[in-house]
């Protein structure tokens, strides 16, 4: 017996409706994130992620309200991201019953923002959002780079260094995408996701690029992830949380079923 | 009615336990409380905390809630979860060391590092996900809930106990560790019950009916 590799389905979040994703130019809805957050945790969903991609911060209160109703009935983790930059922002998120935060652009601006939420509300609740692509040339040693701003703007640093950094001053958890996979279907960036993997002592959730179930269980055995996290195949019952754990788990990865 | 207190010592949110509590018990009255009178006051209490040892002790000692602890221990049906598990042993590896309650004799340990299992693989540290806990006896607590559940576990120290018949579960990372304790009128657990799904809310349901003893 040993600990369960986590299935984590993702929620995109505008203006109070989950999306279909940020990387698709015509968002479709797909209804309700209470009922889906209930749906998710009625088929086995280990831990439930919304990424908030509402664009004015007057709407935010919106996913304040979300997530009140849903830790209302769902008793799994939850998580917020999206639009996390000050202690104030994660208190709100906490009290309304997200048990962690993801926090992206605002750790890259200011890094010790990480050390203090951390400091301040646990390791336990900081989730280190990392946005990285690959910027080698052919033939050459394989590297990535964090970028922000929803894959737009580089930032020079890489990747692997920046996770240990962000692991170093407190993040609870790494949830790594690739930004040449997402929206893809293409499977995870394995090699990137093993890189990190490897680097920091704490866990990392894979994200990015999910088109089948294999592609869930190659991040683990292959990526070294201790999570994974798919947004698009599990929004249309193109798969079911269970289906999912199923075909890990016939491949001898330990789950919770 | 019968009520349940939450004690509200600044150590970490509240309303997940609160918000699940409700939930297994519509009928209970849940309150999340600082006032020593009013935990006091109460049926039954649970013990939360997340963050850091030293930090929870501090915050006991200025809230005065350290000796409030003591005697509802000695009282009525005292749920640890977590922090508030690990603040029952006697001192805590962590911050260096750190002097706990000592209401049950023992030590809070780290994981090794690197951990690693069987194959040599690194395991990560927090302990994060859902790991299976195997009832060492039977316990009103343990009621309806089937033999190696899976509960959510997110923690980087566990108890050790000095006396073994206190042990109420145990979960492998690699090596096995003690879950759950129970002693008297205490039951503490490792794991969150309010983020451990059905499981969970069954735990809290019997708590919610538990009179003491095992």
């Keep these: 017996m040993s600990l369960a590799k986590r299935i984590i389905p993702c929620l995109d979040v505008d203006n109070g409706r989950v999306v279909k994703g940020v990387k698709f130019v015509d968002i479709r809805d797909a209804g309700d994130p209470v009922e889906v957050a209930r749906r998710y945790d009625r088929e086995g969903a280990d831990e439930i992620t919304f990424l908030d991609i509402t664009a004015s911060s007057d709407d935010r ?25 000050t202690l104030d922002d994660i208190r709100r ?15 890259v601006f200011n890094p010790e923002f990480v050390r203090d939420a951390a400091r301040r509300f646990g390791t336990q609740c900081i989730v280190v959002a990392i946005d990285a692509k690959q910027v080698n040339r052919p033939g050459e040693p394989e590297r990535w780079e964090i970028f922000t ?15 240990k950094k962000m692991a170093a001053h407190g993040a609870g958890e790494i949830l790594l995408t690739s930004m040449d996979r997402d929206g893809t279907r293409q499977g995870f960036d394995l090699a990137l996701t093993r890189a990190i993997s490897e680097a920091v002592p704490i866990p990392v959730i894979a994200s990015g690029g999910v088109g089948n179930l294999q592609h869930l269980a190659d991040g683990i055995i292959e990526g070294k992830a201790d999570a994974v996290l798919a947004a698009s195949i599990f929004h249309f019952a193109e798969y079911t949380i269970r289906q999912a754990k199923e075909c890990m788990a016939a491949r001898g990865i330990e789950v919770r079923l | 009615m019968s009520s349940v207190a939450v004690i509200d010592y600044g150590m970490g949110n509240l309303h997940s336990i609160a918000k699940a509590l409700q939930h297994a018990s519509p009928d209970v009255h849940v309150q999340i409380v600082a006032d020593p009178q009013l935990i006091l006051q109460a049926d039954r209490v649970v013990f939360p905390g997340v963050g850091a040892i030293r930090d929870c002790m501090q915050a006991l000692v200025d809230t005065g809630l350290q000796e409030v602890i003591r005697q509802v221990a000695e009282s009525r049906p005292l749920l640890g979860i977590c922090l508030g598990m690990q603040a029952l042993l006697t001192e805590s590896e962590e911050n260096g060391s750190t002097r706990c309650l000592n209401i049950v004799p023992g030590h809070v340990r780290h994981f090794a590092t690197p951990l690693l299992d069987a194959q040599g693989e690194i395991l990560k540290i927090p302990h994060m996900g859902w790991n299976q806990v ?17 509960f959510y576990f997110v923690h980087s120290y566990y108890v050790q106990p000095d006396d073994d018949s206190v042990i ?14 129970s002693c008297g009128n205490i039951f503490a657990v490792q794991f969150h019950p309010e983020k451990s799904q059905a499981v969970g809310l069954q735990l809290l349901q019997n708590f919610l009916s538990w009179d003491g003893g095992g």
């Design chain 1, 149 to 163: 701003h929803g894959g737009r703007k580089p930032t020079g640093l890489d990747a692997v260094a920046w996770a």
């Design chain 2, 168 to 181: 109420a579960g145990v979960t492998e990372y690699p090596e096995p560790f003690t879950c759950a304790l």
């Design chain 1, 61 to 85: 209160e919106t996913m304040v309200h979300v997530v009140e109703e849903v830790a209302g009935e769902v008793f799994i983790p939850l998580t917020v991201g999206g639009g996390i930059r």
């Design chain 2, 134 to 150: 195997h009832q060492q006896r039977d316990h009103p607590l343990w009621r309806n809930i089937p033999q190696d559940s899976r």
């Design chain 1, 93 to 107: 998120m906490l009290n309304a019953g997200a048990d962690k935060v993801g926090i992206n652009t605002a750790a």
